[in-house]
């Protein structure tokens, strides 16, 4: 089956940085649109940032210039380079895809998700 497996979450102090990595895993024909979200314990999920195929990105204001997604197309993995780091940063991370299995139709795909805490 298709899978999204993260990795890279932790504890880090305050402007500190982190890198997540997400694989997609699996009988995958293609893999469109890859992106990140995050989640704080009582809030909604929020869309932290996406990337196309071609590595045009799009990003929260709460996190552009701080935040830069990246992605292997070759390894069908993802990443979340994490800078200038803040505690309302702290959250669990979700990586999301929009992927096309051998067997068609395509799909939204999530990860487990990974804790990101930031606090000193």
């Known amino acids: 089956q298709v899978r999204l497996v993260e990795s890279g979450g932790g504890l880090v102090q305050p402007g500190g940085s982190l890198r997540l990595s997400c694989a997609a895993s699996?009988?995958?024909?293609?893999?469109?649109?890859m992106g990140w979200y995050r989640q704080a314990p009582g809030k909604q999920r929020d869309l932290v940032g996406t990337?196309?195929?071609?590595?045009?990105?799009n990003y929260a204001p709460s996190v552009k210039d701080r935040f830069i997604i990246s992605r292997d197309n070759s390894k069908n993995t993802v990443y979340l380079h994490m800078n200038a780091l803040k505690p309302e940063d702290t959250a669990v991370y979700l990586c999301?895809?929009?992927?096309?299995?051998?067997?068609?139709?395509?799909?939204?795909?999530w990860g487990q998700g990974t804790q990101v805490t930031v606090s000193s």
């Open positions: 990337i196309t195929p071609g590595g045009r990105t």
């Open positions: 699996g009988p995958i024909l293609s893999i469109n649109h």
């Open positions: 999301h895809s929009d992927i096309m299995p051998v067997w068609g139709g395509r799909q939204d795909y």
